[in-house]
């Protein structure tokens, strides 16, 4: 909202209302121009100061957008949209922990807003700090039950927590989100934990792929309990989990015939039943084996690159937007992963990343192996096959992760905090071959990461296997 509020006859009036004009008429530049001298020939101008940082944040200038409104909260101490604003600037330039005092602030000026308490529950989440976010987002729901935001974020910070009993309980407010109703998705009833010997059993596929494959992991337990399971999967891993679970009949999403079910499942329902805690999860959830004429082709290709250990390495989800960018290390902070010596490095991006292998091959002069024909994007049963010949994996969290950990391959995920399931542990529960090595939180300092997977790889290297 355009902030109006002046009083007549001040320094800078003349400047704020050609701004003012300027702004809503939608002459941006020019509106900024005209802000900027108003604060210059009157710094406790606090609307000027305002409107400037509203600009400022479309324009993606987040530092002086902060500035901008952080002086606007000084000015103005009991205006709740200072503090959110100035909170919200702070925290896109990485500044966690001031922008929980400008929520705090926000939330004394507004006590009964439930968006200070959800913003200062986000706030936390990003500092790591799990239990101060489901606090505030139990208050953000005390005020209002159906806050959907609140309910899935308690979701994550109760998961990260390690509660998976609660957090499996918010984790059902994804529904609510998307605005479906998995119960009215099929004629059959929504199974909830029913006895289900001698029943059929439609499990169906929700989420991304590397959510898919983490969830198939319960399968087990249902074929266990007596359930005839038929899986409807994404079409990319009919072929793994055919193979995987010879027991259940895999079949693409919607190919499941005319045939009535008993019941049908959601698959991201699945730990809700079966991993309350953390001592629910096998100790062994190596379940993925390639095809064998893919291990074999892949065989022949690594073994041709000569003596030294063969590690794939993934360093971004093949979806980045600006938001989703700050959770993955630029290329630059692997440097000390690149200067290990006898590794032959292997690609596993699994989009157009020639650019970036140019990058890595001039920058470190390191060459990243690749075979441009094969498809890692949407022939897994490929791609299982060439993990099957890594020695470990380095991996932002991508589905590679979840193939990799599902194949058993030695893994470190390069993490930025946001992983919640790993459910507070460095190895993940669901994968006991993953390592997950977290950015310190409330930083943007990735050197930590790196060093410590370059010093463990290097040791290894020595030792000559990995563990």
Not at 79 to 87: E, K, P, R, T
Not at 286 to 303: E, I, N, Q
Not at 341 to 366: M, S
Request: glycine share 8%.
């Amino acid at each position: 909202m355009i902030s109006t509020a002046l009083s007549t006859s001040v320094p800078g009036l003349a400047a704020f209302q050609r701004g003012l004009t300027a702004q809503q008429a939608g002459r941006l530049d020019e509106a900024v121009t005209a802000y900027r001298k108003a604060v210059r020939q009157n710094p406790g101008l606090a609307p000027a100061h305002f409107n400037l940082g509203q600009l400022l944040r479309a324009r993606s200038e987040y530092e002086e957008a902060a500035s901008c409104f952080g002086a606007a909260a000084r000015l103005r101490p009991n205006a709740a949209d200072a503090w959110l604003n100035f909170g919200a600037m702070l925290e896109r330039v990485e500044r966690h922990r001031d922008a929980v005092q400008a929520y705090r602030r926000a939330s004394e000026c507004a006590p009964d807003d439930p968006t200070p308490a959800f913003n200062l529950g986000n706030a936390n989440l990003a500092l790591g700090d799990f239990s101060a976010a489901a606090e505030s987002y139990r208050t953000v729901i005390a005020r209002r039950p159906d806050h959907l935001e609140a309910h899935w974020n308690l979701a994550t910070a109760l998961l990260a927590l390690g509660d998976l009993s609660g957090g499996w309980t918010e984790y059902q407010w994804r529904w609510a989100k998307q605005k479906l109703d998995p119960a009215t998705r099929f004629a059959w009833p929504q199974w909830r934990g029913e006895p289900v010997a001698g029943k059929r059993v439609l499990v169906w596929r929700e989420q991304g792929l590397g959510d898919e494959i983490l969830f198939a992991t319960c399968l087990r337990e249902l074929v266990a309990a007596g359930a005839e399971v038929t899986l409807a999967a994404t079409d990319r891993l009919v072929g793994l989990f055919a193979r995987a679970f010879p027991g259940v009949s895999v079949v693409p999403d919607g190919a499941w015939g005319d045939q009535p079910f008993d019941f049908h499942v959601p698959i991201g329902d699945l730990p809700s039943h079966f991993r309350k805690s953390r001592d629910a999860f096998p100790a062994d959830a190596k379940f993925l084996t390639p095809d064998s004429a893919a291990a074999t082709r892949w065989a022949g290709r690594l073994d041709a690159l000569g003596a030294g250990l063969k590690v794939g390495i993934c360093w971004r989800s093949g979806l980045v937007t600006e938001e989703r960018a700050r959770a993955y290390s630029d290329l630059e902070a692997w440097a000390p992963l690149f200067a290990v010596p006898g590794v032959h490095w292997i690609n596993l991006q699994y989009d157009d990343c020639t650019a970036e292998l140019a990058r890595i091959k001039q920058r470190f002069g390191v060459t990243v192996h690749r075979w441009p024909k094969e498809n890692l994007k949407n022939d897994l049963d490929g791609v299982v096959g060439l993990l099957w010949n890594l020695d470990a994996v380095v991996t932002a969290p991508t589905a590679v992760s979840s193939l990799a950990g599902g194949a058993g391959i030695p893994t470190w995920e390069v993490d930025n905090g946001g992983d919640w399931t790993a459910h507070g542990e460095e190895r993940s529960p669901w994968f006991p071959s993953i390592r997950i090595v977290r950015r310190p939180y409330g930083t943007t300092d990735w050197t930590p990461v790196f060093q410590r997977i370059a010093g463990e790889l290097e040791a290894q290297r020595v030792d000559g296997a990995i563990r």
